[in-house]
């Protein structure tokens, strides 16, 4: 196996009940159950929540379907991925499918297909303890004639490509795999795997290697008679849930809001720099200043004195609903004082 061969399944979404959703720098807090409204593809999950603060330790990262057009590079709202090729026709692309796959190396037939994937690295940060490729395979359950066990790899793409124009016959070239071998047989049902590729997102980062992305493909050769096949739901997947996505999980050593602790030494929310161990406690922020567990301590509390209305009350020994009455009747009764009085005066 390659660097950062791992692979596991995957539930998201479903931690403390609670995400963080960011467009436009706007941030949203919202319940886990109800329903995100519109297509928004940038989460923050595993929060923490320190008073009315939010922080989270891992990033989601799914772009939603872009023009397909040309112009889609793999940011927010612009989905970068397809597949080229396909039976019988090396030049078919796959740029606009809701699905997209790769297959092992035919010699019966036309049947070779390969996948392309790019992520816009730009709102993403660098310093990360791991990244993983995320998807969510479309099951093969049928049958399998042929090449029923195959081994698939992940390469970092090395120049520009265009995912509406991308096929076999102009694929663009890769660097050595980075990931694999994964071996799909048959039957399967993966469901959402993600894979990880902390290395490659660092390379792609520091600038080591430039960023176009990933090619799928596989080395087996065999005949392709409804083989197995790396097959996932793309950018263009109508479910949000189902396309493909990276999620960077947070450095906890690193002192993100330069404050002089990082989340290893008691920072409880490295995104701001009033909340640290030791801080001064500022009454009536709502946060948990020091990380000690507790929002405001040693803060006086603030009582408002009793209205006119309610020590009268209390003197009388009776209810504040219960005097209404003759506040109506005593302001009846000063109306028509001056009606009256206005009436004489005349």
């Known amino acids: 196996m390659t660097s950062s061969g791992k ?30 409204r519109g297509a928004w593809v940038l989460f923050f999950i595993l929060c923490i929540v320190s008073g009315r603060s939010v922080y989270c330790q891992e990033i989601i990262f799914r772009p939603a379907p872009g023009l397909n057009n040309g112009t889609d590079n793999g940011s927010v709202n612009a989905g970068k991925d397809a597949l080229g090729g ?16 790769a297959a092992p190396i035919t010699i019966c037939n036309s049947c070779n297909t390969n996948l392309y994937i790019e992520f816009n690295l730009d709102s993403l940060p660098a310093d990360v303890s791991h990244v993983y490729l995320g998807f969510t395979h479309l099951p093969h359950t049928d049958y399998c004639l042929s090449n029923c ?14 995912e509406m124009t991308v096929t076999l016959n ?22 959402k795997r993600e894979y990880e590729i902390t290395d ?9 290697i430039p960023n176009y992305g990933i090619e799928i493909s596989s080395t087996t050769t065999g005949c392709n008679n409804a083989a197995v096949i790396f097959y996932v739901h793309s950018s263009d997947a109508e479910d949000p849930a189902e396309r493909p996505y990276l999620r960077c999980v947070k450095d906890l050593s690193s002192d993100y809001d330069m404050d002089d602790y990082s989340e290893n030494q008691g920072d409880c929310n490295d995104e701001d720099t009033s909340i640290h161990p030791g801080a001064p406690e500022m009454c009536g922020d709502g ?36 005097m209404k009455p003759d506040l109506r009747l005593k302001r009846r009764l000063e109306a028509a004082a001056l009606m009256a009085y206005g009436s004489r005066s005349q």
């Open 170 to 191: 102009n694929a663009p070239s890769h660097g050595p795999a980075v990931f694999g071998p994964i071996n799909i047989t048959f039957p399967n049902d993966f469901g």
């Open 287 to 322: 946060k948990d200043n020091n990380c000690n567990g507790a929002i405001d301590e040693g803060c006086a509390i603030m009582i408002s004195p009793p209205s006119a209305l309610t020590a009268r009350a209390a003197s009388s020994g009776r209810t504040i609903r219960q």
């Open 86 to 101: 396909t039976c019988d026709n090396p030049g078919y692309n796959g740029g606009a499918s809701a699905a997209i796959l």
């Open 149 to 162: 066990n195959a081994d698939f790899y992940f390469y970092p793409i090395s120049q520009p490509w265009n």
């Open 200 to 208: 490659l997102y660092r390379q792609w980062k520091n600038g080591t």
């Open 7 to 36: 692979i596991h399944s995957a539930s998201l979404l479903e931690i403390k009940g609670i995400s963080v959703e960011i467009k436009s720098e706007k941030i949203m807090v919202k319940n886990i159950m109800g329903k995100w």
